[in-house]
């Protein structure tokens, strides 16, 4: 089995690589943090982690941070990508390495509310995930139209039609 998850490590100042003021699950708040998503792997042989990617937020490949990039020698080719985009490429590079034969797939309520990257996942994995206590569950596909916000004309937000099992 594959397991994927991102630890948060609450940091103080702002010099290690790609800390910045976000989310921190560990802190329970918005703290000077970093993360690093990871891939782990399971089987009656034993356990342990694979591989894994620091996620360096946006602000640090600005041109305001070129300097703390370079002293902390952060490859200059580097591009941004999500947690969720980090988490799927480990992912993808693992079962594509074909060392670690696995049909399933376990993460948390982050990876498991995003429909999106459930839908990117290998064809190959089964995956089991939390879900947010808010995710509405159905036993068979309810109608469901896109909403808009106000303040943007372009559909967001999927919801399910009123009457709607």
Do not use: H
């Given at each position: 089995?594959?397991?994927v998850?991102?630890?948060?490590?609450?940091?103080?100042?702002?010099?290690?690589?790609?800390?910045a003021?976000q989310?921190?699950?560990?802190?329970?708040?918005?703290?000077?943090?970093?993360?690093r998503?990871?891939?782990?792997?399971?089987s009656?042989?034993?356990?342990?982690?694979?591989?894994?990617?620091?996620?360096?937020?946006?602000?640090w490949?600005?041109d305001?941070y070129?300097?703390?990039r370079?002293?902390?020698?952060?490859?200059?080719?580097l591009?941004?990508?999500t947690?969720?985009?980090?988490?799927?490429d480990l992912i993808?590079?693992?079962?594509?390495s074909?060392?670690?034969?696995?049909k399933?797939?376990?993460?948390?309520?982050?990876?498991?509310?995003d429909?999106?990257f459930?839908?990117?996942l290998?064809?190959s994995?089964?995956?089991f995930?939390?879900?947010?206590?808010?995710?509405?569950?159905?036993?068979?596909?309810?109608?469901s139209r896109?909403?808009?916000?106000?303040?943007?004309p372009y559909?967001?937000?999927?919801?399910v039609?009123?009457?709607?099992?």
């Amino acid at each position: 089995m594959i397991n994927v998850g991102w630890p948060e490590f609450i940091k103080k100042g702002k010099e290690s690589v790609g800390v910045a003021r976000q989310y921190c699950g560990a802190a329970g708040k918005v703290d000077t943090a970093n993360w690093r998503p990871w891939v782990g792997y399971s089987s009656e042989k034993g356990y342990g982690l694979l591989t894994g990617r620091l996620y360096m937020p946006k602000i640090w490949l600005t041109d305001e941070y070129t300097k703390r990039r370079k002293d902390n020698w952060v490859p200059e080719d580097l591009v941004f990508q999500t947690k969720l985009q980090i988490a799927l490429d480990l992912i993808n590079k693992t079962v594509e390495s074909n060392l670690f034969p696995a049909k399933w797939l376990g993460c948390d309520a982050t990876f498991g509310s995003d429909l999106n990257f459930l839908q990117s996942l290998p064809e190959s994995l089964y995956y089991f995930a939390s879900i947010r206590p808010d995710t509405y569950v159905f036993s068979k596909k309810p109608k469901s139209r896109f909403t808009l916000y106000e303040e943007n004309p372009y559909p967001k937000i999927l919801r399910v039609l009123p009457g709607e099992p």
